[in-house]
């Protein structure tokens, strides 16, 4: 299958008060026509800044800084060397995004209609009642009652899903080659949740839209991903096709996360696992593993050098010093094996 994004060495760093953060350490991965990759860790990760980076919506060249030798490549062309003029006739147009605040992001003083309708006029050109027109129609592609009167209302008006929906109306409504997903489902209960999701998922069946799912919730992965890439401190740890991540993980921060999932014979007085000790401070970045600290299984190799690259199937790849034929052996926990 083709790729449409190539994301090569991507190094974002940003400079504060207290120093330079280096947020995105040497991230690479790539997205192929139609599939859905899901991005995954804890907060301060650098999964939100990996996406906007994408969209060259950080504040560049400060405090925002892409580093030299960064490339993000959308059909072969490199975004990041791309002037303002050829950045705006791809937002919303060929890559378009659904932010985490559908209320922050939608804009308060106009109605919903005006808003999709805006996306219409700039990228494809629609008169003013062809954009209103077609901005019904996608409401009602996205599942929101009575569109015809909605159109002409204010996000104030709309519940958190309606919002969430029509954020994803504005995102869709020029059949963008890419969709960046930014915690899609935050703030909303688990039955919309669903919904969006689901909504998400027939669009990209009708449209063919490549996605960029961000997000920490796992169950929302393990039911619609096609692959996974897991990150920690601004570095991808861990990669592979969903059903590798899930049913064989390597790397212990991915064994953490997924044991702090409540499962199916969870019981109520049940402890669910927690994750010992806080990210390192990037500012001064560890010269070793990121999550050695934290890490039960550490090793003074750990400390003192960045772990190896080692392809354990196919696209399935780790960064973990256990993998080396020299380390100790290690079994996955228990509760994470396979059929358990």
Sequence with gaps: MEKILEVKNLQVSFHTYAGEVKAVRGVDFHLKKGETLAIV??????????????MRLLPEPRPAEMKEGSEILFNGKDILKMNEKELREIRGSEISMIFQDPMTSLNPTMTVGKQIAESLRIHRGMNKNEAMAEAIKMLELVNIPNADKRVNQYPHEFSGGMRQRAMIAI????????????????????????????LIRDLQEKLGT????????????????????????????????????????????????????????TKNKDVLYSLNGTPP????????????????????????????????????????????????????????????
Excluded at 177 to 183: F, G, N, V
Excluded at 216 to 228: I, K, P, S
Excluded at 286 to 296: D, M, N, S, T, Y
């Design 41 to 54: 860790g804890e907060s301060g990760c650098g999964k939100t800044v990996t996406s906007k980076a994408i």
């Design 171 to 198: 995102a869709l409504a020029c059949n963008p080659k890419i969709l960046i997903a930014d915690e899609p489902t935050t703030a909303l209960d688990v039955t919309i949740q669903a919904q969006i999701m689901d």
């Design 281 to 340: 401070d990037l500012v001064k970045p560890p010269v070793g593993c990121p999550f050695a600290a934290r890490c039960e299984y550490c090793m003074g190799i750990c400390l003192e050098e960045m772990p190896e690259i080692t392809i354990v199937d196919g696209e399935h790849s780790v960064a973990c010093w256990l993998k080396h034929q020299m380390a100790p052996k290690v079994e996955v926990p228990e509760v994470l094996r396979k059929g358990e």
């Design 210 to 265: 490549a996605v960029i799912l961000i997000t920490h919730d796992l169950g929302v992965v393990a039911d619609t991903a096609d692959r996974v890439q897991v990150m920690y401190a601004g570095q991808v740890v861990e990669r592979g096709a969903v059903k590798e991540i899930f049913n064989n993980p390597q790397h212990p921060y991915t064994w953490a996360l997924l044991q702090s999932v409540p499962r199916l014979e």
